[in-house]
């Protein structure tokens, strides 16, 4: 295949954790072909209430453009949301929408120090993200 590796403690935490009152959303500069594709081998498509692509957007990131569409359906306030992110680009992107930003670390972010822009925080495991979702309800 010819897509990333999985980052594992996101995949495990999309596929466990209790939904309740929370939407998840996935905000992607990828074609919505390849996103369903990428989340139906991971067996979670499922737990996610929204999905914007490339295809739904005019302008990409580092526009905010994908997260204020998220926002818009969601019928949602920045203020009722956080942004996980793994990219310099989303990252600006989230940071520009006025959403929280926190910076998953993964393989391919880590010499990324992030500097310069304001972001609420790294996430460096999974407790991580589990305390960062119930916190946000």
Request: charge should be negative; charged fraction near 30%; aromatic fraction near 6%.
């Amino acid at each position: 295949e010819r897509y990333t590796e999985p980052i594992d403690a996101t995949v495990d935490f999309v596929r466990n954790f209790d939904k309740q009152d929370i939407k998840y959303a996935v905000a992607s500069v990828g074609g919505r072909g390849s996103i369903v594709s990428i989340l139906q081998s991971l067996k979670i498509e499922d737990r996610f209430d929204l999905l914007v692509s490339s295809d739904d957007v005019k302008e990409l990131k580092p526009n905010p453009e994908v997260y204020l569409k998220c926002l818009e359906l969601l019928h949602l306030e920045p203020k009722d949301c956080v942004i996980i992110e793994d990219s310099l680009v989303g990252a600006e992107a989230g940071v520009a929408s006025g959403i929280p930003v926190y910076i998953i670390r993964n393989g391919l972010n880590n010499s990324i120090s992030f500097q310069g822009i304001k972001i609420a925080g790294f996430i460096e495991k999974s407790e991580d993200i589990a305390a960062l979702a119930k916190g946000s309800r």
